[in-house]
């Protein structure tokens, strides 16, 4: 079974009622080996980024709240939080700092236990000006947490270090190294021996917008590549981009292997959709930029309405990395629901096999769909990998909607909820098969909620709320479930 799980944003899908059934064929996986795994318990971990709470009486200080796997599941076995007022953590909290604006959780060291990397793009810096920004990695124990330190600081006032982080091993030395998305930078920290290199990946004027992160072997050699979403903005025209980069040893720095520009894009992420051994990349929320006149790099222009995903393929041949793609929407034969304007298709992806058929699947957030009436109350749909990709010869799909309206899932769809905002993917009772993940940060007032789907199914699904937790509930809203971690 292979399992990954990306930097996000969100989505929903227009659902109906259905059970994930499992194909006759699949058998129960052998649980991979726990990356996420940070009180070294056997069992995968989740660390949700609440930035918005007010932590020591600073409003938007934030934190990150690590809820513990185990044999019942996320959410049987309690949770800790861990921000700048933890003991073991550097710094102080601070008005603004939004500590858990990006969150990812990696055994960096290779000890079998899972750091905690968290961005705190709010971070003011010393000498370097307000909201550098910064990026803490925090080591965990089975106690709850070891030292932590300052991975990395921004160089200037306003360079929100910590937007987006990933951690891959980019040099093929067998570490894992840290990826740091900023308002105008991506920047790789790689230790190399006794040396640490910093080096920039990207340096452009991305506005305010934070650069989608997202990890896999697109080059066949072995070793991670990082892929890039982004947007760059020349008044009075924005551009978008998703570049690849690979480590070139020689230079000792990133080189930049593949591109394709224009394509507007929310969410990356990398899996093996066709079971072919090589790694795959799916764009979420593709649409064509409005003020961009353009061909159309994600498909045929009726499929950008309410968002669409568009699937480039591994291929060792001669036209290489990309050259096989497919683009599919809500109203791609096989997808539930219907491509509106204001969906957000794809605006949050997950990766992993969840049928055992040794193909990827992808879990599709759209935090914009609405459930009948109630507008934005958010969706997922989860799309199979199948021997032709996510699309088979026809061009049909195969899927399973879920949503607060789908039999055995918890709640009631609501206006506003945004279910699906985030996605991730994990075997978080360590069974052999992964369980779903969907953040609806605006649930109850935006006080937010995550909810678990045990082995893909709405069968013994359960919320993760903040009361249920146990974590502070103030009167403003904490957005719980918008920001999840990757691994």
Aim: glycine residues 16%; hydrophobic residues 40%.
């Amino acid at each position: 079974m292979r399992t990954r799980t990306f930097i996000l944003a969100a989505t929903v899908v227009a659902a109906v009622t259905a059970t994930l059934t499992l194909t006759p064929t699949a058998t129960a996986a052998t649980p991979t080996p726990v990356t996420s795994d940070f009180n070294g318990d056997g069992y995968a971990d989740l660390a949700v980024g609440v930035p918005d709470a007010t932590v020591g009486g600073k409003a938007k200080a934030g934190y990150v709240n690590v809820v513990w796997g185990g044999a019942k599941g996320l959410g049987a076995h309690g949770s800790i939080r861990v921000s700048q007022a933890t003991a073991e953590v550097p710094g102080t909290p601070e008005k603004g700092d939004r500590f858990g604006a990006s969150v990812a959780l990696a055994d960096l060291n290779g000890d079998g236990i899972a750091e905690l990397i968290a961005g705190a793009p709010g971070e003011d810096v010393t000498g370097r000006g307000t909201d550098a920004g910064a990026v803490t990695v925090v080591a965990g124990a089975k106690s709850g947490t070891r030292p932590g330190s300052t991975a990395i600081t921004g160089q200037s006032a306003s360079a929100a270090y910590g937007m987006s982080v990933a951690a891959a091993d980019l040099n093929g030395d067998g570490g894992r190294d840290i990826v740091v998305g900023g308002k105008d930078k991506v920047v790789a920290r790689i230790p190399a021996g006794e040396d640490l290199i910093t080096t920039t990946v990207l340096a452009a004027a991305m506005g305010d917008r934070a650069p989608v992160l997202a990890v896999g072997d697109f080059t066949t050699d072995g070793t991670d590549d990082l892929a890039v979403a982004y947007w760059t903005v020349n008044a009075p025209y924005t551009q978008s981009h998703v570049r690849l980069w690979s480590w070139d040893a020689a230079e000792g720095r990133m080189a930049n292997t593949w591109n394709t520009d224009n394509a507007g894009v929310t969410a990356l992420a990398a899996g093996d959709f066709d079971g072919d051994g090589l790694d795959d990349l799916a764009l979420g929320e593709c649409r064509e930029i409005a003020d961009e006149n353009i061909d159309d790099p994600c498909g045929p222009e009726e499929l950008f309405e309410g968002g669409a995903i568009r699937i480039h393929y591994g291929d060792t041949h001669a036209y290489g990395f990309g050259s096989r793609h497919q683009t599919l929407n809500q109203d791609t034969p096989g997808v539930h629901g219907a491509a509106e304007n204001g969906d957000r298709f794809g605006a949050a992806l997950a990766v992993a096999d969840v049928n055992g058929d040794g193909r990827d699947d992808l879990l599709v957030g759209a935090p914009g769909e609405a459930i009948g009436t109630r507008s934005g109350a958010g969706a997922t749909t989860l799309l199979f990998g199948r021997a032709d990709g996510l699309l088979n010869s026809a061009g049909k799909a195969s899927s399973v909607p879920f949503n607060q309206g789908t039999p055995g899932v918890p709640g009631a769809a609501e206006a506003g909820d945004a279910f699906g905002t985030a996605v991730v993917t994990g075997d978080y009772d360590h069974d052999g098969t992964p369980d779903l993940a969907v953040g609806s940060p605006g649930e109850n007032t935006r006080s937010g909620g995550v909810w678990l789907l045990p082995e893909a199914s709405a069968d013994g699904s359960r919320t993760l709320t903040p009361a249920k937790l146990g974590l502070p509930s103030p009167a403003t809203a904490l957005s719980y479930g918008e920001t999840l971690s990757s691994h």
